[in-house]
């Protein structure tokens, strides 16, 4: 079996949002969509304050409420756990943008460009009419890791089978790989680390898991 996960390292992670964009120019999401971002958070009282930098985004869950409410069906999840929507077949209640518990799904209704009614290269490169009127979200690059293992790349070690966003960051806070390949740079991490995952009293088990120190 596969699984695959997202591992975010918060010592490394500087917020610095390079994730965040490329991860809309991978996708061409539209103004107001982020599928992948990251909440900046102020702990302690003055002076001695300190800033936490926290990627976000759809945590993939074993468990997805997001699945568990869908009337059409649209939201199914992988065999490699990567949890998916169905646009021909979504509606577009939103019931699962309710359900999820990380406010990592979206709905737009008409297409709304970076730059005025006309999208730019990019834009129009990666639109996918598709997305309007629908649920979206993260698929951690799901077509990257289709293609890449077609062509024998392993994801998570090879860029071109790997997320957008996990390629882009600067510090290498962002990992990905396979978390029941006990050799998986995912299983080392977690394995030599502490780690936490969002809310992870509510049982959905999310596939993104932070990295922290006691300190």
């Keep these: 079996m596969t699984r695959y996960v997202m591992v975010a390292d918060l010592r490394r992670c500087i917020g610095c949002q390079t994730c965040t964009a490329a991860c809309r120019h991978t996708n061409a999401t539209l103004p107001g969509v982020q599928w992948r971002k990251v909440i900046d958070i102020e702990l302690g009282d003055y002076p001695n304050v300190t800033r936490t930098f926290m990627p976000v985004g759809c945590q993939h869950c074993a468990d997805p409420p997001c699945m568990d409410v869908c009337p059409s069906t649209a939201t199914g999840k992988r065999e490699d756990g990567i949890v998916t929507i169905d646009y ?28 005025g009614k006309d999208p730019i290269a990019t834009e129009e490169k990666a639109f996918d009419g598709k997305r309007l009127g629908v649920a979206q979200k993260c698929t951690f690059c799901s077509d990257r890791i289709d293609d890449g293992k077609a062509r024998g790349l392993v994801p998570g070690v090879d860029p071109d089978a790997t997320p957008a966003c996990v390629n882009s960051c600067i510090t290498n806070a962002l990992q990905f790989g396979d978390i029941e390949d006990p050799k998986s740079n995912v299983v080392k991490l977690l394995k030599d680390n502490n780690w936490f995952r969002m809310h992870e009293e509510l049982g959905t088990k999310p596939g993104f898991f932070y990295l922290w120190s006691d300190e």
């Excluded at 021909?88 to 730059?115: L, M, T």
């Design 88 to 115: 021909d077949i979504c509606i577009g209640c939103a019931y699962c943008a309710v359900a999820c518990p990380y406010q990592a799904r979206y709905k737009i209704n008409h297409a709304e460009f970076a730059y």
